[in-house]
T-cell receptor, first 116, second 111 residues
Framework: DARVTQTPRDKVTEMGQEVTMRCQPILGHNTVFWYRQTMMQGLELLAYFRNRAPLDDSGMPKDRFSAEMPDATLATLKIQPSEPRDSAVYFC??????????????FGEGSRLTVL | TQLLEQSPQFLSIQEGENLTVYCNSSSVFSSLQWYRQEPGEGPVLLVTVVTGGEVKKLKRLTFQFGDARKDSSLHITAAQPGDTGLYLCAGARDSWGKLQFGAGTQVVVTP
């Protein structure tokens, strides 16, 4: 049963601490997305990788957020230092894209981050 | 400002009624998708439309892509409590398939 796996599911931390979220995309998928979901903003695109190359991270606050794919089985999203306004559910999604055809995105269950 | 505007934001109806959710933009999309999200879970794909004017049916759900590929609608016939959820439209504009989402429409169907 192929699925996107995210850890941690829940994280409570204090302002100023470093937070790392991890995602294991579905094997064989060539795209990975990081989204942040809040009641006010909905699903915001933070970063987008295709074949492990970062294509777009314009949605991320560059001074504190970083996203990487060290290998095809792992994507990471790091926040350093974290702030209360970063509190949200962070979703990772993977898919198999061809050209401009996005294909179906498969989402993980999300990482709920609370920064106190 | 959302690239994709969804309306209404919230919809509460009785079982058996019909409903329509709209997704509008000033931009042209190469493809548009609809997802449904339930509490504590990630969104799940319902349908993808790629051709202007395309209509797709999924049981009691009917999806339409506008002729100009800038807007879409989702119509549910005879809604059931199991249709309750957050409905999200998502569009890809660039040649790399970057997918951006609307804010969503929360649908509540009561028995």
């Amino acid at each position: 049963d192929a699925r996107v796996t995210q850890t941690p599911r829940d994280k409570v931390t204090e302002m100023g601490q470093e937070v790392t979220m991890r995602c294991q995309p579905i094997l064989g998928h060539n795209t990975v997305f990081w989204y942040r979901q809040t009641m006010m903003q909905g699903l915001e695109l933070l970063a987008y990788f295709r074949n492990r190359a970062p294509l777009d991270d314009s949605g991320m606050p560059k001074d504190r957020f970083s996203a990487e794919m060290p290998d095809a089985t792992l994507a990471t999203l790091k926040i350093q230092p974290s702030e209360p306004r970063d509190s949200a559910v962070y979703f990772c999604a993977s898919g198999l894209a061809s050209g401009a055809n996005t294909g179906e995105l498969f989402f993980g269950e999300g990482s709920r981050l609370t920064v106190l | 400002t959302q690239l994709l505007e969804q309306s209404p934001q919230f919809l509460s109806i009785q079982e058996g009624e019909n409903l329509t959710v709209y997704c509008n933009s000033s931009s042209v999309f190469s493809s548009l998708q609809w997802y449904r999200q339930e509490p504590g879970e990630g969104p799940v794909l319902l349908v993808t439309v790629v051709t202007g004017g395309e209509v797709k049916k999924l049981k009691r759900l009917t999806f339409q892509f506008g002729d100009a590929r800038k807007d879409s609608s989702l119509h549910i016939t005879a809604a059931q409590p199991g249709d309750t959820g957050l409905y999200l439209c998502a569009g890809a504009r660039d040649s790399w398939g970057k997918l951006q989402f609307g804010a969503g429409t929360q649908v509540v169907v009561t028995p």
